[in-house]
C-alpha cells in the first residue's frame, strides 16, 4: 500500500466516523463541547466539530465583573438549549433570551421556538404585561415562574426571557407568552447534567430551597433532594432554620437513590450534612474517660433517668438510680430540670453503641442549688437558740469552785 492510499484509506475512515457522529446530532439537554471560534458584540460561536456549529449569547459567559471569561481557541464544555432548524445551528447555554426585532422577528421566534427578551411593564387581571420589539404580550400568573408567586408586582421593570406561545392577528398581533416553559426546559437540562454525576457517596453543592419540620430540601441543579433533620448535625436541632436559611449554599453526601413512579420526580434523594463533618465520638474516650467529672445540660427526662447533653452529638444517660444523691426518686423531674446545667461523673462508655454513663448522686452542684441550699443553711440557723450560759444549779457550782 503507498502512502497516498494509506492516507486515503484513513480519511475515509475517518469520514465515516464523521458521517456517524454527525447523525447523531446533540439533543436538548446534553452537554457538548466544542472550541470558541468568534466571539462577536452579542453572541459567540463555537464549533462542535462533525461540521456542527453552535451559538451562546455573550452574557452567558461573562463573570460578575462583566469579563468575558472565554478566549478565541478555548475549548468549553456547555449544554445544548435550543435548534435552529432554519440554520442547524445549536442554541447553547441556560436559553437566555435571543433579542429579536419586528413582528417578523417575533413571528420567526414563535415559529422556531426560541426564547425572546420581553420588558414586563405592568400587572393587569390573570398576569403580566409585557412588551417585546414594541409589541404587546401577556403571561399569564400561572406561567411567569415553575413555582405558585404570591406578588406580581415583583416581576415590574424586570428583563425577563420568554417564550411565545400564541401569535394571533396581523400587523397588531396578540402575543401570549410564557418564562416557565424555559424553567422547565433549562432545569431540565441541569437535571440531566446533574444526573450524570449522581450517585451514593458523592459530595455534590446544592441550594437550600425549603425548610420543613422534618428537614431541609436543597437543590442540587434541577433535581431536589432531602435532609432529614437527623442529618444535618451532630447537635441537638429543633428546627432546620436554627442553622439554615433558604438560598444558602451547602455541602452534601448522598445517602441514598431510590427511583419512584412519578414523572416528576423519578427519584428520591436522600443528604446528609452531618456526614462530612468530624464524627464527635471519634475521641470520647479521651475527652470522657471513665471516672472524669464533666459539665453538661439536662435535655430530656425520662421515668428511667435523665440525658445529659456533654457536647454537640455527644449525651450521656444518669439513670434514676444515680440522681437521688442516697435518697430514692420516682422521677428525675423531681430533681432537676430541662436546661439545667449540671456536673455528673463519668461511670461507663461503650464507643460501639454510643453511650457514656453518667452519675449526679456526688455532683459538684450547679449554681441554682448552691444557692437553694445555702438558703436553707441560714433558715435552720435562723431558727437555733444563742449559746446558753447553763442551769442555775452549774452556775452555783461554779461559784463554789471560785470561793475555795
Known amino acids: 500500500m503507498t502512502e497516498n492510499e494509506d492516507f486515503a484509506s484513513l480519511f475515509g475512515e475517518f469520514e465515516k466516523q464523521q458521517t456517524v457522529t454527525g447523525n447523531k446530532a446533540p439533543k436538548i439537554g446534553d452537554t457538548v463541547k466544542g472550541k470558541v471560534v468568534s466571539i462577536q458584540k452579542d453572541d459567540i460561536f463555537i464549533d462542535l466539530g462533525a461540521k456542527t456549529e453552535g451559538i451562546v449569547e455573550r452574557e452567558e459567559l461573562i463573570d460578575e465583573a462583566g469579563e468575558l471569561t472565554v478566549s478565541i481557541g478555548d475549548v468549553i464544555e456547555i449544554a445544548v438549549s435550543g435548534n435552529d432548524e432554519a440554520t442547524g445551528t445549536l442554541i447553547l447555554g441556560s436559553q437566555h433570551a435571543r433579542r429579536m426585532h419586528g413582528i417578523e422577528g417575533l413571528r420567526q421566534a414563535y415559529a422556531e421556538k426560541h426564547p425572546v427578551e420581553g420588558l414586563v411593564t405592568g400587572t393587569t387581571k390573570g398576569g403580566l404585561e409585557v412588551e417585546m420589539s414594541n409589541v404587546r404580550a401577556f403571561c399569564p400568573a400561572s406561567q411567569i415562574d415553575d413555582n405558585y408567586v404570591e406578588d406580581l408586582e415583583t416581576f415590574v421593570g424586570e428583563r425577563l426571557a420568554f417564550r411565545i406561545t400564541k401569535i394571533e392577528g396581523g400587523r397588531h398581533p396578540n402575543l401570549v407568552v410564557s418564562r416557565r416553559v424555559l424553567l422547565e426546559e433549562e432545569k431540565k437540562a441541569r437535571a440531566s447534567q446533574t444526573r ?109 433517668g435523665a440525658f445529659i447533653e456533654l457536647a454537640p452529638g455527644i449525651d450521656g444517660l444518669a439513670h434514676i438510680s444515680e440522681l437521688g444523691a442516697g435518697r430514692r426518686i420516682s422521677h428525675p423531674q423531681e430533681v432537676l430540670n430541662l436546661g439545667e446545667r449540671v456536673q455528673a461523673k463519668v461511670l461507663s462508655v461503650d464507643t460501639e453503641k454510643q453511650r457514656i454513663g453518667l452519675s449526679l448522686d456526688n455532683p459538684v452542684k450547679s449554681e441554682k442549688k448552691e444557692q437553694d441550699d445555702e438558703a436553707k443553711i441560714n433558715l435552720a440557723d435562723y431558727g437555733k437558740p444563742k449559746q446558753s450560759f447553763g442551769t442555775l444549779g452549774d452556775l452555783l457550782k461554779e461559784s463554789l469552785k471560785k470561793q475555795k
Open 196 to 304: 450524570s454525576q449522581l450517585e451514593v457517596g458523592v459530595v455534590m453543592q446544592g441550594t437550600v430551597s425549603s425548610l420543613k419540620d422534618f428537614g431541609a430540601f436543597i437543590d442540587l441543579g434541577g433535581i431536589e433532594g432531602m435532609v432529614h433533620i437527623s442529618e444535618l448535625s451532630f447537635g441537638r436541632i429543633e428546627h432546620p432554620q436554627e442553622i439554615l436559611s433558604v438560598g444558602q449554599q451547602v455541602e452534601v453526601q448522598v445517602l441514598k437513590i431510590e427511583q419512584t413512579d412519578n414523572p416528576r420526580h423519578p427519584e428520591r434523594i436522600a443528604l446528609s450534612i452531618r456526614a462530612l463533618e468530624p464524627d464527635p465520638w471519634r475521641d470520647v474516650l479521651t475527652d470522657y474517660p471513665v471516672g472524669a467529672q464533666v459539665e453538661g445540660t439536662v435535655i430530656r427526662l425520662q421515668p428511667f
